[in-house]
C-alpha cells in the first residue's frame, strides 16, 4: 500500500515558487498585471524555458503552453523529479516542434507554482506564501503574462502557439486576444469552455484538498505541514478522466497488484488501485495544493464565446492566424465535439482551419504520449505553415 505522508513546509514545491530552476522575469511594481478580478498584480514574476536560438528576425519562436498539472520544463530534466520533461515527445531536435529550427518557450502559467506568481509564492507585502490572498486567476490573465514575457524577449508575432488540454484554452486565448501576434496555432485535446460535467470533476478534486485537516483555509506552509492527502485524491480522481475505459481496461483489467487472492481488506488489492495511489503520492511532491485550486478554477471560469456575446464565431472574426485542431477518439474529458465547435466557429468567422481527429484509445493524455499520428500532423502543419511564414529550413550537422 502506498501511504500518503504528510510533507514539511520547507519541501520543494515552495522552495521551487520563489526560487525556481528555470529562466526567470521578474517585473518591478511599476508594471503590474491588470487581472480580470479587477486587481493589479505587482511586482510579477514569470518561470521559463527556452530550447533552440531565436534566430536574427525573431521569426522562428513557437510558444507551448502547458495543461493543468505541467509547467515550464518542457523538454529538459524536471528540477524536482528527476524525469523528463513533460513534452520530450514532441519538442526537441529533429522532433515536431523542431528545437534545432524553432526557438521554443514555455512559461509556468499565471497562479502556478513552479517559479511564476501564485498562491505559493511569498507575497511581498507579508513576507508569507500568498495562499488564498492571491487574486484569482484567468486562462486570460495567464496569456497576458505570457505576453509581457514575449515582450521581454523582443519577439513581435509568435510563428506559432502550441498547446493541449489547458494548454489549448491558452492558444485559443492567444488567437482571440492577440491574433495579429500568432501566424499559427494549434489547439489540441481542448475546448473553447469547461463543461458542466468538467466543471463538476474539479469541484470534486478542490473539495477533497480543502477537506483535508492541513488544509487550514489554505495557510498550510505557516503550520508546518501540507494537505498532501486531500490533493492525492484530488490527483487521482482527475487522472481516471485523463484515461480511456479502454486503455485502463488493456493495462490492468481486473488484474490483482502481487497477490493471488483478494485480501478482504480495503488495502489497494487491485492493480489500478495501486496506479492510482502511486500517482498521487509522486503528485505531491511536485504540486502545491493551492495551485490546484486556482488553476481548476481558471478552466471552469473559461468561456471564449462569452466575451462574444454568446457567438464563438466573433472571437475569430477575420482573423489571419492558421489553425490546426487536433482532437482523439477516446477523449471523453474534452471530446470531438468541442473540437468541432471551434472549428465551425472558425470557419464561420473566415479563418483558415484544418482539423484532424486521431483514432486512439490513449483517451485524453493522447496528447502527452508516444502517438505517430500526432507527430505527423503536427509536423505537416509546422512545415506548411513555416513555407507560409518564409521559415528557412533547419540546418543538420
Given amino acids: 500500500m502506498t501511504?500518503?505522508?504528510?510533507?514539511?513546509?520547507?519541501?520543494?514545491?515552495?522552495?521551487?515558487?520563489?526560487?525556481?530552476h528555470s529562466l526567470v522575469l521578474r517585473l518591478p511594481a511599476t508594471q503590474p498585471l491588470m487581472m480580470d478580478a479587477g486587481i493589479a498584480l505587482s511586482p510579477l514574476t514569470i518561470a521559463y524555458q527556452t530550447?533552440?536560438?531565436?534566430?536574427?528576425?525573431?521569426?522562428?519562436?513557437?510558444?507551448?503552453?502547458?495543461?493543468?498539472?505541467?509547467?515550464?520544463?518542457?523538454?529538459?530534466?524536471?528540477?524536482?523529479?528527476?524525469?523528463?520533461?513533460?513534452?520530450?515527445?514532441m519538442v526537441g531536435p529533429g522532433k515536431p516542434v523542431d528545437t534545432d529550427r524553432y526557438f521554443v518557450i514555455c512559461s509556468n502559467v499565471l497562479g502556478?507554482?513552479?517559479?511564476?506568481?501564485?498562491?505559493?509564492?511569498?507575497?511581498?507585502?507579508?513576507?508569507?506564501?500568498?495562499?488564498?490572498?492571491?487574486?484569482?486567476?484567468?486562462?486570460?490573465?495567464m496569456v497576458r503574462a505570457q505576453a509581457l514575457l514575449i515582450d521581454h524577449l523582443g519577439i513581435e508575432k509568435l510563428f506559432c502557439v502550441i498547446g493541449g488540454s489547458m494548454g489549448?484554452?491558452?492558444?485559443?486565448?492567444?488567437?482571440?486576444?492577440?491574433?495579429?501576434?500568432?501566424?499559427?496555432?494549434?489547439?489540441?485535446?481542448?475546448a473553447p469552455r469547461h463543461s458542466s460535467q468538467n466543471i463538476a470533476f474539479n469541484e470534486v478534486g478542490r473539495q477533497a484538498v480543502m477537506a483535508d485537516p492541513d488544509w487550514?483555509?489554505?495557510?498550510?506552509?505557516?503550520?508546518?505541514?501540507?494537505?498532501?492527502?486531500?490533493?492525492?485524491?484530488?490527483?487521482m480522481a482527475a487522472h481516471i478522466t485523463y484515461l480511456s475505459d479502454e486503455a485502463l481496461h488493456r493495462k490492468f483489467g481486473r488484474k490483482l497488484q502481487n497477490k493471488t487472492?483478494?485480501?478482504?481488506?480495503?488495502?489497494?488489492?487491485?492493480?489500478?488501485?495501486?496506479?492510482?495511489?502511486?500517482?498521487?503520492?509522486?503528485?505531491?511532491?511536485?504540486f502545491d495544493a493551492n495551485t490546484y485550486l486556482y488553476?481548476?478554477?481558471?478552466?471552469?471560469?473559461?468561456?471564449?464565446?462569452?466575451?462574444?456575446?454568446?457567438?464563438?464565431?466573433?472571437?475569430?472574426?477575420?482573423?489571419?492566424?492558421?489553425?490546426?485542431?487536433?482532437?482523439f477518439t477516446s477523449d471523453w474529458l474534452f471530446p470531438t465535439a468541442a473540437s468541432r465547435a471551434i472549428v465551425h466557429a472558425l470557419n464561420a468567422g473566415g479563418a483558415s482551419v484544418s482539423f484532424v481527429e486521431i483514432d486512439t484509445d490513449k483517451g485524453h493524455d493522447a496528447f502527452l504520449l508516444d502517438l505517430p499520428e500526432l507527430f505527423t500532423t503536427t509536423s505537416g502543419f509546422l512545415e506548411s505553415s513555416a513555407r507560409a511564414f518564409g521559415l528557412k529550413e533547419a540546418k543538420r550537422a
Fill in 261 to 286: 487472492a483478494p485480501t478482504f481488506s480495503f488495502d489497494a488489492d487491485f492493480q489500478i488501485e495501486s496506479y492510482l495511489r502511486h500517482q498521487g503520492s509522486t503528485f505531491v511532491e511536485r
Fill in 168 to 190: 489549448g484554452m491558452q492558444v485559443l486565448q492567444w488567437a482571440a486576444s492577440y491574433p495579429e501576434r500568432v501566424f499559427c496555432a494549434i489547439p489540441i485535446a481542448t
Fill in 216 to 235: 487550514i483555509h489554505g495557510q498550510y506552509f505557516e503550520s508546518g505541514r501540507l494537505p498532501t492527502k486531500g490533493l492525492a485524491v484530488a490527483r
Fill in 112 to 141: 502556478g507554482c513552479l517559479g511564476t506568481t501564485g498562491p505559493a509564492s511569498t507575497n511581498p507585502a507579508t513576507g508569507k506564501p500568498y495562499g488564498l490572498d492571491m487574486p484569482m486567476v484567468t486562462i486570460r490573465d
Fill in 51 to 89: 530550447y533552440g536560438t531565436l534566430n536574427s528576425e525573431k521569426t522562428n519562436a513557437i510558444l507551448v503552453c502547458h495543461a493543468l498539472t505541467g509547467d515550464q520544463h518542457v523538454a529538459n530534466i524536471h528540477p524536482l523529479t528527476g524525469k523528463p520533461g513533460w513534452w520530450e515527445t
Fill in 3 to 20: 501511504e500518503i505522508k504528510p510533507l514539511k513546509a520547507g519541501h520543494a514545491t515552495w522552495r521551487e515558487a520563489d526560487a525556481p
Fill in 295 to 327: 488553476l481548476t478554477r481558471a478552466m471552469d471560469y473559461f468561456d471564449l464565446a462569452e466575451d462574444y456575446g454568446g457567438t464563438l464565431a466573433l472571437a475569430f472574426k477575420d482573423i489571419k492566424t492558421r489553425f490546426c485542431i487536433v482532437s
